[in-house]
């Protein structure tokens, strides 16, 4: 028997691919399932997805990330990380490509009376697998001899109950990325660029933000991202214990306006995931510490604590 819960979530993390139903249902049925005669439940879905993500090795899936990291492809794949309303058209070669090799499908939009559709990842389940393959690039350009923390630093100030102080915690991001600097290593160095102004592709920061809140929280703290749209935004789980917990919305600066439109969806989300406080990490293509503290603030939307920290990319 299997808990209906297994059944949605394994069609909600694949999106239904044949391919990855029918492996994430040999790991669940097969190798996984110490008592057979036990009922499949949400625990030993967990163990599987957790497994998939990181243990197991599947051909299709590392196919389809090494086509993702195709230096002509790659940055497309990245936009999709940081725009939800990229078109999506077979007349376009790399859309073609990537829908072939199971990056990308589409989806339908209703806007103003008009039908059109846009890119997105062809399943939860691979763009999870794109985030932890582009983040993990990021240890190849850390430099070794800066510390992720000060090394006294206890993150007293940070560690408050009932939650986690997430502004406080990206302030020290901010003071490595500095640290960096002063030590003559560019994390943005080499890192894929946009074609039309030469910024940087903004999911870059993404990738770097995870990777370095793995190596400050190490084991103290679960960190997970997720995907809910399907493309085009990052959210940030942090669960360090029963009690203390943060989220964080990860996105770029357009301008002003999305700014404020960013503050309100992020109210939005938080309310829907029963949080009374989200941060939004903001970055911003440019390192004017005046105009970052011009854009990062705090509100309170409908009971809900937003904070806004931006994060210059020089």
């Not at 669940?28 to 625990?43: F, G, H, S, V, W």
């Not at 989300?269 to 004017?288: G, L, Q, S, W």
């Amino acid at each position: 028997n299997i808990d209906i819960q297994v059944i949605e979530k394994i069609y909600e993390m694949t999106n239904g691919q044949p391919g990855l139903v029918s492996w994430f249902g040999e790991l669940l049925t097969e190798k996984y399932n110490k008592e057979p005669e036990q009922i499949i439940d949400i625990d030993l879905w967990k163990e599987v997805y957790a497994a998939a993500r990181d243990i197991e090795h599947n051909n299709t899936v590392q196919n389809i990330i090494a086509k993702a990291k195709d230096n002509h492809y790659k940055h497309y794949v990245l936009d999709l990380f940081q725009d939800s309303d990229i078109p999506f058209s077979f007349d376009e070669n790399w859309c073609n490509y990537m829908y072939i090799h199971g990056l990308i499908s589409y989806k339908k939009v209703r806007e103003f009376g008009a039908i059109y559709h846009v890119c997105q990842f062809s399943s939860p389940f691979i763009q999870s697998r794109l985030f932890q393959a582009f983040s993990k690039a990021m240890r190849n350009i850390r430099d070794k001899n800066t510390q992720a923390l000060e090394p006294l630093d206890l993150l007293e100030d940070v560690f408050t109950e009932p939650t986690i102080n997430i502004p406080l915690l990206l302030e020290r991001y901010k003071a490595y990325l500095k640290r960096l600097k002063d030590h003559g290593t560019n994390p943005w160095a080499n890192q894929p660029r946009r074609k039309s102004d030469y910024h940087l592709t903004e999911s870059v920061g993404h990738f770097h933000l995870f990777h370095w809140l793995q190596m400050a929280l190490g084991k103290r703290c679960a960190i997970s991202p997720e995907f809910p749209t399907g493309n085009g935004k990052v959210d940030l789980h942090l669960c360090c214990n029963d009690t203390q917990k943060g989220l964080i919305e990860v996105k770029s600066f357009i301008n002003a306006y999305e700014v404020k439109k960013a503050i309100s969806q992020a109210a939005n989300y938080a309310r829907e995931k029963n949080y009374h406080d989200i941060t939004v990490a903001m970055f911003v293509p440019f390192t004017d510490e005046h105009v970052l503290n011009q854009i990062s603030v705090s509100k309170k939307v409908d009971y809900i604590n937003v904070n806004v920290v931006a994060i210059g990319q020089g």
